[in-house]
T-cell receptor
Framework: EAQVTQNPRYLITVTGKKLTVTCSQNMNHEYMSWYRQDPGLGLRQIYYSMNVEVTDKGDVPEGYKVSRKEKRNFPLILESPSPNQTSLYFC???????????????FGDGTRLSIL | RKEVEQDPGPFNVPEGATVAFNCTYSNSASQSFFWYRQDCRKEPKLLMSVYSSGNEDGRFTAQLNRASQYISLLIRDSKLSDSATYLCVVNIYKNDMRFGAGTRLTVKP
């Protein structure tokens, strides 16, 4: 089954304790991205990746890191989480990120992070 | 001005009604446009892409107005199951995709 898998689904942790949210897709998609969703603000893009070893900042990259060592994986790293990073996070992928391709994104189920 | 703006609603309509949402975007060079649907606490799911000439999928019609920089979604004969938040998505530049904050629709019996 084609899917985007995020782990963990839920996490409660404390300020400053490094954490990683994993994202994996089995569709051989080139483009992957991370979003956070907050009430009233909608989804905001954190980082995206056009392909292996190619990553770019989105709208709200501060406080986050990503890596794309393999095509299928795109982990989101919070080196020193803070309470303002409490949010619902979504990973997404699409075959290609080229705007002309007009290709939609497939989303994971979401990860709810609470930073105390 | 926000890069992608939607009326947050809520839109409360009776079953069978026709309802329309608009979404404005700031970058005239944007080339990809989509409507997604999101149910409460779930992941967004693609509803339809928006093509330059406009496109229809059953009860749903999407249109793009480049001159005025907005896209629209029309839902005819609303069903209870259409209740959700509708998100517009626009690529602002390069491959940076921006979501609107969403328009909440509630269809009532």
């Amino acid at each position: 089954e084609a899917q985007v898998t995020q782990n963990p689904r839920y996490l409660i942790t404390v300020t400053g304790k490094k954490l990683t949210v994993t994202c994996s897709q089995n569709m051989n998609h080139e483009y992957m991205s991370w979003y956070r969703q907050d009430p009233g603000l909608g989804l905001r893009q954190i980082y995206y990746s056009m392909n292996v070893e190619v990553t770019d900042k989105g709208d709200v990259p501060e406080g986050y890191k990503v890596s794309r060592k393999e095509k299928r994986n795109f982990p989101l790293i919070l080196e020193s989480p803070s309470p303002n990073q409490t949010s619902l996070y979504f990973c997404a992928s699409s075959p290609s990120g080229t705007p002309l391709s007009n290709q939609p994104q497939h989303f994971g189920d979401g990860t709810r992070l609470s930073i105390l | 001005r926000k890069e992608v703006e939607q009326d947050p609603g809520p839109f409360n309509v009776p079953e069978g009604a026709t309802v329309a949402f608009n979404c404005t975007y700031s970058n005239s060079a944007s080339q990809s446009f989509f409507w997604y649907r999101q149910d409460c606490r779930k992941e967004p799911k693609l509803l339809m892409s928006v093509y330059s000439s406009g496109n229809e999928d059953g009860r749903f019609t999407a249109q793009l107005n480049r001159a005025s920089q907005y896209i629209s979604l029309l839902i005819r004969d609303s069903k209870l199951s259409d209740s959700a938040t509708y998100l517009c998505v626009v690529n602002i530049y390069k491959n940076d995709m921006r979501f609107g904050a969403g328009t909440r629709l509630t269809v009532k019996p």
